[in-house]
């Protein structure tokens, strides 16, 4: 059973561009959450994402934007690139929303360096 | 004030003995508690996960949760190298996974010395 999966895993990019990250949940989850981890600080919710719509967002610009999939899979794009996204971009999914539940699977996330 | 506060460390201790994680939080409608272990350059991996106060074992680990001090605890007996580590407590007013997501402290490097 593949557990959730997150590409690319490494990239550079220049101030100003734009990047798009890519997930794929653990088989059965249906709903999934980005967060934003800086080296030496704890994950930082960004989003999460649920039946293909954007139920809750943390402390994030709109720069900031998401996609999910009827597959479940979803897409983080972060436009107009600072310095200060440089991170490791984790996404976790979840089971369906039951009451008690609600461990999160992190992915190996991607990090991005902005040059 | 930060929402959840946690030392950073480093904490070295020798192999065998028993480590002591600790997270303090402001936030009252905290009610799922989770401690996930993070190796260096990979994703958080959950360890332990426990709603409301009262605690919770699992082989090594026992994870503690005092609402009333706001204050949750991760106990690992016979500590390992391979424990070698970071440890991030994380919490949440909502089940789910948090709709709200979760709130993480900045982790705690933990060092078991061989």
């Known amino acids: 059973d593949a557990g959730v999966t997150q590409s690319p895993t490494h990239l550079i990019k220049t101030r100003g561009q734009q990047v798009t990250l890519r997930c794929s949940p653990k088989s059965g989850h249906d709903t999934v959450s980005w967060y934003q981890q800086a080296l030496g600080q704890g994950p930082q919710f960004i989003f999460q994402?649920?039946?293909?719509?954007?139920?809750q967002r943390g402390n994030f610009p709109d720069r900031f934007s998401g996609h999910q999939f009827p597959n479940y899979s979803s897409e983080l794009n972060v436009n107009a690139l600072l310095l200060g996204d440089s991170a490791l971009y984790l996404c976790?999914?979840?089971?369906?929303?039951?009451?008690?539940?609600?461990?999160?699977?992190f992915g190996e996330g991607s990090r991005l360096t902005v040059l | 004030q930060k929402e959840v506060e946690q030392d950073p460390g480093p904490l070295s201790v020798p192999e065998g003995a028993i480590v002591s994680l600790n997270c303090t939080y402001s936030?009252?409608?905290?009610?799922?508690f989770m401690w996930y272990r993070q190796y260096s350059r990979k994703g958080p991996e959950l360890l332990m996960y426990t709603y409301s106060s009262g605690n919770k074992e699992d082989g090594r680990f026992t994870a503690q949760v005092d609402k009333s001090s706001k204050y949750i605890s991760l106990f690992i007996r016979d500590s390992q190298p391979s424990d070698s580590a970071t440890y991030l407590c994380?919490?949440?007013?909502?089940?789910?996974?948090?709709?709200?997501?979760?709130?993480f402290g900045k982790g705690t490097h933990l060092i078991i010395q061989p």
């Open positions: 994402y649920y039946e293909e719509e954007e139920r």
């Open positions: 994380a919490m949440t007013s909502w089940a789910g996974g948090g709709a709200d997501g979760l709130t």
């Open positions: 976790a999914s979840t089971l369906p929303q039951v009451e008690g539940t609600g461990e999160l699977f």
């Open positions: 936030n009252s409608a905290f009610q799922y």
